[in-house]
């Protein structure tokens, strides 16, 4: 079955500081992976999407993921964070057959002034 | 503004209550799907249908109903025998179409037992 881990509960990362968000996925055949984010107490929203092509996917708000084969990752990087950015973030795998998700645990991004 | 409508946004049910979430899209989207969750444990898929009048079972469907009789309205009935149906509950729904995987969110509905 199509999995992704998200190995840290919590990132805490200064204003102006590069941010990394964690992903390692599992899958057979080719991965669809995805990062959403959600403020407190909202929906989920779409941030970027890997299908195939480059390995730097660009997305909403400044972020982009690397795409890793080998390593089987797909970190989620914003290159300045913004306290605004503070968030809880999946990230996400297309289960086989259907567009069904699977998404991961979550990781509570927490961005200090 | 096209969306996903989600209501209530707060329900309190006592023990052995059914109570119905409402979910309506003017996506014009195909499939749409009920997560629940949980902290710590992410999202995890109740029911989903890929097209009115058809619906499958999600990892976590027991003590759940759902029903698809219109393209734009999905509502889902936590039953009394859900043994522990406080959560939070999300409503999402997909094209497909050159978009995969690309799921659109309502806000939300907090369901508490009391």
């Known amino acids: 079955a199509q999995s992704v881990a998200q190995p840290e509960d919590q990132v805490n990362v200064a204003e102006g500081n590069p941010l990394t968000v964690k992903c390692t996925y599992s899958?057979?055949?080719?991965?669809?992976l995805f990062w959403y984010v959600q403020y407190p107490n909202r929906g989920l929203q779409f941030l970027l999407k890997y299908i195939t092509g480059d390995n730097l996917v660009k997305g909403s708000y400044g972020f982009e993921a690397e795409f890793n084969k080998s390593q089987t990752s797909f970190h989620l990087k914003k290159p300045s964070a913004l306290v605004s950015d503070s968030a809880l973030y999946f990230c996400a795998v297309r289960d086989t057959g259907f567009q069904k998700l699977v998404f991961g645990t979550g990781t509570r991004l927490l961005v200090s002034p | 503004d096209g969306g996903i409508t989600q209501s209530p946004k707060y329900l309190f049910r006592k023990e052995g209550q059914n109570v119905t979430l409402s979910c309506e899209q003017n996506?014009?989207?195909?499939?749409m799907y009920w997560y629940r969750q949980d902290p710590g444990q992410g999202l995890r898929l109740i029911y989903y249908?890929?097209?009115?009048?058809?619906?499958q079972k999600g990892d976590i469907a027991e003590g759940y109903s759902v029903s698809r009789e219109k393209k734009e309205s999905f509502p889902l009935t936590v039953t009394s025998a859900q043994k522990n149906p406080t959560a939070f509950y999300l409503c999402a729904s997909s094209t497909g179409e050159g978009r995969p995987g690309e799921l659109f969110f309502g806000e939300g509905s907090r369901l508490t037992v009391l």
């Open positions: 899958v057979s055949g080719n991965p669809y």
């Open positions: 249908s890929q097209i009115v009048n058809d619906f």
């Open positions: 996506l014009n989207h195909d499939a």
